[in-house]
């Protein structure tokens, strides 16, 4: 049996330390989670975990796709939909799949054992909706949640097709709160 982890690790930001880092900070290319990144695969490692995730460390787990997603605007820490649910507005996690496949290659001495790999988490679109406040365009939760879930798929696919071995996990805790439509919600995973 494989084993994999559920959950996000906490946002941690580090500050550049070394010359390098102070560097690319000055260019504006210095990424403050890339440490936390590193250090949540090294957990999962350490402990064991075959499937990782790079540990969702960039923001909460609604936040960290809305944020690229038109349609949607966060004021003040809450999710609104303001208007059309469209695409993304670029790949969300691709980066940080990578970076965590290379730390687990570099632990394995470059070759990850067979039936292990890397999980991308998709935080699901009942659960993002149900978490939001629709200011316009949409009359219902269902219309959102189906655009929201055809947006959501070009993450799905750009990971699928840019990080190897990978696995897809889809968040969707609101699926257990007796408030979602389960018609609509298995349309939607489908």
Known sequence: MKSTVVGSFPVEVSSPSNFKDKLLNAFGSYDQFKQAIESCVLAQLDAGVDIISDGQVRDD??????????????????????????????????????????????????????????????????????????????????????????SLKYEVDAIAKKVKPVYIQIDEPFLSTGMVDMKTAREAIQ
């Open 61 to 150: 787990m609604v936040s960290i796709f809305t944020n690229y997603i038109p349609g949607m605007k966060i004021e003040d820490g809450n999710t609104m939909i303001v208007s059309k649910i469209r695409r993304p507005t670029q790949e969300i996690s691709i980066k940080d799949l990578q970076y965590a496949k290379k730390v687990m290659s570099n632990y394995y001495n470059g070759k990850i054992p067979e039936g292990c790999g890397v999980k991308g988490i998709i935080t699901g679109p009942n659960t993002i909706v149900h978490s939001s406040r629709i200011l316009s365009f949409y009359k219902s939760k269902e219309d959102a949640i189906i655009d929201l879930a055809h």
